[in-house]
């Protein structure tokens, strides 16, 4: 036995009598109530207050999983032929102090986090330099004709300021050069073991917020960066180069996090993946909440809950499934919120040859349907000779909207790289999106039954296609995103089809509240940049830094609106 389980109340008791009776047949035939209880009481439990948000690697965390696992014992997943696992698996998240952090530049000392502090990905060091260049902004741009290096003999160590000759202006030439990493790739190529990073210009630039909780690639070399205050004791108009002594010691805080894995084996050479996350965000400490006002818990109900509940319910029909040309393993992720970190480690390290893997079902926030929303299912460009069929499904008044592409913000894309089809179901953001504000009772679990019927009618119309092949398809290109300085404090609607940025949410205390913004506004301009989706939102919002003043045209109630906006 995988749990000690005791049934405990009047509910179990009777669910174990209808689980008798509950068969697959992939159609409704009459068993909506008892699906919409049965993910009421999941939902319900998984997103109580007593599980302080699920996030990664907590008690509350292993509270879910504890409930996860109940579940699937109720449905006989503890023999020789089917079972269930906990994989565990540790992760890199953010950094923390290991010993004495100090500073020395030209006999000049400096304090740690008063005066200065190590950037994510430095490592950790006790050096004494002789020959510490100042590298001005550190930009390197044959295009515009200026190098900072040019004068410099390829040094051990440089000293960086942030910015460029134009300040941070969006629109200057320089801007695409003012990026610290940018800075410190560059630098590296120069020969540096060494970069300090400093503010020249407090009017012109913010310091750089101390942020050990960012994870970020490890760059073998100590890299800091200096305040303003201190970084204006330094005489950077002199020749000469400076002297320094570093003491960096900084290690990386390890967390632990656990899939949940179900095996339903049919003895048949292919296994179907059906998985959804159960982790949350906890408090918010991890820095990934929407929410501006105290760190209060976030239940997470439709993320992701609700398919985490659909999970469960998908496994205990596909156990009485006569069908048997796939086994299934259902896998509960842990880390989505925090990078896939769960999904990717699966991938990684499966319990099952990949190459058996026909194909892999995802299902993240598929518990707030709206009509004008509907269902979004991606991914059928990854195999679009077996999915084809779906672009003819009409099923039960739900609203279907398609998508080619196979990767996301969510754990499908991790099965997309390792060259597998994927599908994956969602039914968009809200206003609750990564707040506190996320809780069972806002389910639409009536249409959520609905889905979870669906996707049980596309399992088996899948069982009849044998081994699906995989198919690439045309994705975002990362080198294509633009990075950008400013947030204007909305959640949008990325299942909108019409022209522009649809609000689906608007956080207080933001630039979009401060302007008067509301959900269902459609951004249609910011400045003197036209807004037409997603994609031109972000590459306009890198066209602007903090405290940039602008205007933002919306569309509202089929009339046009303009407002002042400052970021």
């Known amino acids: ?86 994989q565990k698996f540790e992760f890199n998240y953010g950094y923390e102090y290991s010993g004495v952090n100090e500073i020395r530049i030209n006999d000049i000392a400096f304090k740690r986090d008063v005066d200065f502090f190590p950037l994510p990905g430095s490592a950790s060091a006790n050096i004494d330099l002789k020959d510490v260049r100042y590298a001005g902004y550190g930009i ?67 310091d750089i917020k101390k942020d050990f909780t960012k994870n970020a690639s490890d760059k073998n070399i100590p890299i800091v960066f200096l305040k303003y205050s201190a970084a204006s004791k330094l005489n950077l108009s002199g020749q000469k180069p400076f002297s320094a002594q570093l003491t960096i010691a900084i290690r990386p805080v390890k967390r632990e996090g656990t899939n949940v894995l179900a095996y339903l084996n049919n003895n048949s050479q292919n296994t179907v993946i059906i998985g959804a996350h159960y982790d949350h965000l906890g408090h918010g400490e991890d820095g990934n909440s929407l929410s501006g006002g105290a760190h209060e818990i976030h239940n997470g109900a439709d993320d992701n809950a609700s398919g985490t509940a659909a999970v469960i319910e998908l496994a205990r029909i596909l156990t009485t499934s006569k069908s048997k040309r796939n086994n299934y393993l259902f896998i509960h992720f842990s880390g989505e919120e925090l990078g896939l970190i769960g999904s990717k480690y699966f991938v990684e390290h499966a319990s099952i040859d990949t190459a058996s893997i026909n194909y892999m079902i995802n299902m993240d926030m598929i518990g707030r349907y709206q009509q004008d929303k509907g269902l979004e299912i991606s991914g059928l460009g990854t195999s679009p000779q077996a999915f084809d069929f779906i672009k003819k499904i009409e099923y039960d008044s739900l609203k279907i909207k398609l998508s080619e592409h196979g990767v996301g913000p969510t754990d499908h894309t991790s099965f997309y790289y390792a060259n597998i089809p994927v599908l994956n179901f969602f039914t968009g953001t809200h206003e609750d999106y990564h707040k506190p ?74 630039p979009a509240s401060n302007a008067g913004m509301q959900k269902g506004d459609v951004i249609i301009q910011i400045g003197d940049y036209p807004v037409t989706d997603i994609m031109s939102y972000m590459k306009t919002l890198s066209m602007f830094s903090k405290g940039s003043k602008t205007t933002i045209r919306f569309i509202r109630n089929n009339q046009e609106t303009i407002a002042d906006l400052q970021f």
Request: glycine content about 8%; some cysteine; overall charge neutral.
């Open 1 to 86: 036995m995988l749990l000690n389980f005791k049934i405990r109340s009047t509910f179990e008791f009777i669910l174990l009598i209808l689980l008798a009776s509950y068969s697959l047949g992939f159609a409704q035939s009459g068993k909506e109530p008892l699906m919409k209880s049965l993910l009421k009481r999941h939902i319900y439990v998984l997103a109580a207050d007593s599980l302080d948000g699920r996030r990664t690697g907590t008690a509350g965390e292993q509270k879910a999983i504890q409930y996860i696992l109940s579940q699937y014992e109720l449905m006989g997943f503890n023999n020789t032929n089917n079972n269930v696992t906990k």
């Open 437 to 510: 504000g996320d809780d069972a009772h806002k389910i639409n679990y009536d249409k959520q039954v609905s889905i979870i019927y669906l996707i049980t009618q596309i399992i088996d119309s899948l069982n009849n296609k044998g081994v699906l092949t995989f198919s690439k398809t045309k994705e975002l290109n990362t080198t294509d995103v633009p990075a950008f300085k400013v947030k204007l404090g909305v959640i949008p609607d990325y299942m909108f089809e019409g022209n522009g940025l649809r609000i689906d949410g608007v956080n207080s205390g933001q």
């Open 140 to 206: 390197q741009a044959a295009d515009l004709n200026y190098n900072d290096y040019s004068t410099l003999k390829d040094s051990l160590a440089y000293i960086i300021s942030l910015g460029s000759p134009e300040g941070e202006n969006p629109h200057s030439k320089y801007y695409p050069y003012t990026d610290v990493s940018y800075k410190i790739k560059t630098a590296i190529q120069h020969g540096a073991k060494c970069i300090i990073i400093i503010n020249t210009d407090s009017s012109r630039y913010d």
